[in-house]
């Protein structure tokens, strides 16, 4: 499994496209799948990206959980969950990656994106948004001291 580390500052040039950060494209298998799936973070104004491989996991994980072929609530559900997902591959020559303009409207991006490593995923922000949606100090340190009652 692949493990994105890391914070990158991307501009969005003219045509809307973005360059694919060169610490992630270089933990990708040169030979290997280089398609990543995007979709909008549920609880968050960002967008997640994903391997094509950890995408498969991941959604998988969630389908199993449903029944959307006898139940209308999971049905929806899914395709609420499959809504706005595109599949990206950064071009062999500059890594340059086209996002939907509609994804990047819906997560505020105008002229500069944040790519945040986020273990198994991306995290892609506007730059404007991404540092107001880190927690403060005191709620990481209360996070940590009650998760350390759990383990």
């Known amino acids: 499994m692949i493990?994105?580390?890391?914070?990158?500052?991307?501009?969005?040039?003219?045509?809307?496209?973005?360059?694919?950060?060169?610490?992630?494209?270089?933990?990708?298998?040169?030979?290997?799948?280089?398609?990543?799936?995007?979709?909008?973070?549920n609880f968050s104004d960002c967008l997640e990206m994903f391997t094509y491989s950890e995408w498969e996991r991941q959604s998988e994980k969630v389908l199993s959980r449903l029944n959307p072929a006898f139940n209308e609530k999971h049905a929806k559900f899914w395709r609420a969950y499959m809504h706005n997902c595109a599949i990206v591959e950064p071009d062999a020559k500059l890594g340059r990656i086209s996002i939907p303009k509609k994804l990047l409207e819906m997560i505020g991006v105008t002229k500069e994106v944040v790519f945040s490593g986020n273990d198994y995923k991306i995290e892609i922000w506007a730059k404007e948004n991404y540092e107001?949606?880190?927690i403060s100090n005191e709620d990481f340190i209360s996070i940590a001291g009650s998760l350390s009652e759990t383990i």
């Not at 994105?4 to 500052?9: L, R, S, T, V």
């Not at 494209?25 to 995007?38: F, H, S």
């Open 3 to 41: 493990r994105f580390i890391g914070e990158y500052n991307v501009k969005v040039d003219d045509k809307g496209r973005l360059i694919f950060p060169a610490a992630f494209k270089g933990i990708m298998p040169a030979e290997g799948d280089m398609r990543l799936v995007i979709r909008k973070e």
């Open 132 to 134: 107001s949606s880190i």
